[in-house]
C-alpha cells in the first residue's frame, strides 16, 4: 500500500498550497484530484494583501506579482473601497484568474516535489487511531498519518465523515460569463442595480471580461448549465445591450448560500478551504480564505508530525473557524445590501456616506483583505516551518530545533505562518510551549539519562 504523512484530497488553491506549505517544511505529501491536469475554471478574479504577503513571506510572490494587475479598489456589496492606505506592502488586490493562481501554485509544488495525481477521485476515507486511508474509484488504498480534504465545497471526505455542513439557504441567483467584447463600457468595471436584480461588467484581463448578473430569488435549476443565449437573454433585460459579447470562456450559475463545517477536524482527518466554508463571492474572499486555512495548516501539521505537539492541531479549527465564521456573515451583509428596492437603496446611501470616513473604509478594507486576524510581523524573515524569536536574545534550551534567534529592536515571537505570538513582556515560555510544544530535552539531560 501507498503511504505517505499527508494525503491531501482536492488540489485546488487550497489543496496545493498546503502541499505546498507541508513539503517546505519537511513533510511527504501526496495530493490527489479527481480532474485531468491543466482543467480548471477561472472562478476567482484575485488574491488580496494577506495571500501576498504569505506568498512574499515564502519568496513565491514573483511570478504572481509578474502576472497579475494591481488594483488599488476593492467592493463591499458594489460599494468602493479604497485599499491604498492598508497597512501592507501590497495594498491592493492582484486581479488574476484563478486558474492561473492555480498554475503557478502547481508549477511551484512540482518545483519541490511530486505532482499532483491527476484523474484520482477519491470515494472513501477511514481512519484507525494511528493512520487514516483514503480508496480511489479505481480501488487504490492509500494510507497517511493524516488526511486534509480541501476538495471543495461539495466535499467528499466531509460528506463521509458526516460532518454537518450548516448555515442559510441560497437566496441569489447569480450568473456569470467570461467573453470577449465587441463594445466595453469604459473603465475597469461598471455596475448597476435595476428593478430585477443587479449586472456588472468586470475587466479580467485585456480582451476579457467577466459580466454577472445577480436576480435575488433562489435558484431552481443551480445545476444545470448555463449556454450563452440564456446568458445574454437574462443580462439584456438588465442591462439593455450586451456590450457586442461574444467568444465565452466560461459560464456559470452560483448563488449564496452559506454554510460551515460544524467541525474542521475527525480524528486524523481535516477540513480546509470551501470544503469548510462556502459563501457567495462577494469581496472575492474564499480563494483567499482557503489558502490562509492552508498556511495555518501546514506548520501545525509538520510540528505534530515531527512530536513535538498534541495539542497544537487543535488549534487550527480554534482559529480558523472563527475567521470562516466572520467571512459567512460578512457576505450575508453583502448579499441584504445588493438586494433590490428603495429600502436597500437608503441603506446603500448610508453605508456609502459612512464609507467616505476613512476608519471605516481602512476597517472593512482590512476585513476584506484579510488583515484583522492577528498581529503580523512581515519584515521578519522566516525559516521554513520555523518560529522567530526577535530582539530577545537566545531562544531557551529545548526550543532551538524549532526557533532562530534573530535580531530586532521590539521584542517578538514570530509563528512560521507570520503572526506574532508574544510580544516582550511575560508570558514568552507559554508562548514557546503553545506554539511549538515541548521543549527537547537538553543534551546534559540526556547525558544523564
Ligand atoms: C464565480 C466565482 C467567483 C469567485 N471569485 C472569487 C474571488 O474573487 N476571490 C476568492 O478568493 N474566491 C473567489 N471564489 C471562490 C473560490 O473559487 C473558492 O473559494 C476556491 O476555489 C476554493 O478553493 P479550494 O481549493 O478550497 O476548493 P476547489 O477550488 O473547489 O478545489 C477542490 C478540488 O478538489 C477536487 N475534488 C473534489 N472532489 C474530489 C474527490 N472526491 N477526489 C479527488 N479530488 C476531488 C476538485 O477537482 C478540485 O480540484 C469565487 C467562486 C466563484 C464560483
Not at 477521485?121 to 487511531?129: D, P
Request: charged fraction near 20%; include cysteine; aromatic fraction near 6%.
Amino acid at each position: 500500500m501507498n503511504t505517505t504523512q499527508v494525503l491531501v484530497v482536492g488540489g485546488g488553491p487550497t489543496g496545493l498550497w498546503l502541499a505546498c506549505e507541508l513539503r517546505r517544511c519537511g513533510v511527504d505529501a501526496i495530493v490527489l484530484d479527481r480532474r485531468s491536469a491543466g482543467v480548471g475554471e477561472s472562478r476567482a478574479g484575485g488574491l488580496h494583501a494577506r495571500s501576498l504577503e504569505i506568498l512574499r513571506s515564502r519568496g513565491v510572490d514573483g511570478p504572481f506579482l509578474a502576472e497579475g494587475r494591481r488594483v488599488p479598489a476593492a467592493h463591499f456589496a458594489g460599494l468602493w473601497l479604497d485599499m491604498s492606505r492598508l497597512s501592507t506592502e501590497f495594498p491592493y488586490v492582484l486581479g488574476l484568474v484563478q486558474s492561473r493562481i492555480e498554475a503557478l501554485l502547481a508549477e511551484h509544488l512540482r518545483e519541490l516535489g511530486p505532482d499532483v495525481r491527476w484523474n484520482t477521485e477519491v470515494t472513501g476515507v477511514s481512519q484507525t487511531a494511528d493512520h487514516a486511508e483514503v480508496t480511489t474509484a479505481d480501488g487504490e488504498r492509500l494510507r497517511a498519518d493524516y488526511v486534509v480534504a480541501g476538495d471543495g465545497g461539495r466535499s467528499t471526505v466531509r460528506r463521509l465523515l458526516g460532518i454537518a455542513f450548516e448555515g442559510t439557504d441560497a437566496t441569489v441567483s447569480s450568473m456569470l460569463a467570461d467573453v470577449v467584447l465587441a463594445d466595453p463600457p469604459a473603465g475597469p468595471i461598471f455596475q448597476q442595480r435595476t428593478p430585477l436584480g443587479d449586472f456588472s461588467v468586470l475587466q479580467l484581463q485585456p480582451g476579457c471580461h467577466r459580466l454577472m448578473t445577480n436576480h435575488y430569488e433562489p435558484a431552481t435549476d443551480r445545476g444545470a448549465p448555463l449556454d450563452l443565449g440564456e446568458f445574454r437573454e437574462a443580462f439584456v433585460a438588465m442591462a439593455g445591450t450586451d456590450f457586442g459579447l461574444h467568444s465565452p470562456q466560461w459560464t456559470s450559475r452560483y448563488h449564496d448560500a452559506a454554510r460551515l463545517a460544524a467541525r474542521y477536524r475527525d480524528g486524523r482527518v481535516l477540513l480546509a478551504g470551501d470544503a469548510a466554508h462556502i459563501h457567495w463571492p462577494a469581496g472575492g474572499q474564499g480563494l483567499n480564505t482557503g489558502l490562509q486555512d492552508a498556511t495555518d495548516l501546514g506548520w501545525k501539521l509538520a510540528l505534530t508530525l515531527r512530536g513535538h505537539s498534541t495539542t497544537l492541531l487543535d488549534t487550527y479549527e480554534a482559529e480558523r473557524r472563527p475567521v470562516a465564521e466572520r467571512v459567512l456573515a460578512n457576505t450575508r451583509a453583502q448579499t441584504a445590501l445588493c438586494r433590490p428596492g428603495p429600502h436597500v437603496d437608503a441603506l446603500r446611501a448610508t453605508t456609502a456616506d459612512l464609507l467616505t470616513i476613512p476608519a471605516v473604509n481602512d476597517r472593512l478594507a482590512a476585513m476584506v483583505a484579510g488583515l484583522d486576524q492577528g498581529e503580523r510581523a512581515p519584515d521578519v524573515p522566516l525559516t521554513d516551518g520555523r518560529g522567530a524569536l526577535v530582539g530577545a536574545g537566545d531562544v531557551p534550551d529545548g526550543w532551538a530545533d524549532r526557533v532562530d534567534a534573530l535580531p530586532g529592536e521590539r521584542a517578538l515571537l514570530v509563528r512560521p505562518d507570520g503572526y506574532v505570538a508574544w510580544s516582550g513582556g511575560p508570558g514568552r515560555t507559554d508562548a514557546l510551549a503553545t506554539w511549538f510544544g515541548q521543549p527537547a530535552p537538553s543534551r546534559s539531560a540526556l547525558s544523564r539519562a
